[in-house]
């Protein structure tokens, strides 16, 4: 099994900036792609971005690209999303989640295999 534990999410102003950060422990051998969803009110959860292994892949969802960064300590079984100018919009629960594939990053979160409980982001305008 692996536990991910996500925190960092908070209340903040509209353009400013959050670090989330998911921590992963127990079987983390089985802790390869990593990624961020993310669950808007009223809305089904949603692909945010997502990491390979090696970090040598990242893929964003169009609506953050330019916006957010992902990366991943694979020494501290950790990864993080940098998020920069942030919206009302991208007010949100949002999730880490890991998959045992290794250099294929999915958007569709049921190819996941572990999940975090989720850290609220909210953005006031």
């Known amino acids: 099994q692996v536990q991910l534990v996500e925190s960092g999410g908070r209340l903040v102003q509209a353009g400013g900036s959050l670090r989330l950060s998911c921590a992963a422990s127990?079987?983390?051998?089985?802790?390869?792609?990593m990624a961020w969803f993310r669950r808007a009110p009223g809305k089904e959860r949603e692909f945010v971005s997502g990491i390979t292994w090696t970090g040598g892949t990242t893929q964003y969802a169009g609506s953050v690209k330019d916006r957010f960064t992902i990366s991943r300590d694979n020494n501290e079984n950790k990864v993080y999303l940098q998020m920069n100018s942030l919206k009302p919009e991208d007010t949100a629960v949002y999730y880490c989640?890991?998959?045992?594939?290794?250099?294929?990053?999915?958007?569709?979160?049921?190819?996941?295999?572990?999940w975090g409980q989720g850290t609220q982001v909210i953005v006031s305008s």
């Open positions: 989640a890991s998959s045992k594939k290794i250099a294929i990053i999915d958007r569709d979160e049921s190819e996941y295999n572990y």
């Open positions: 127990g079987q983390t051998f089985d802790v390869n792609t």
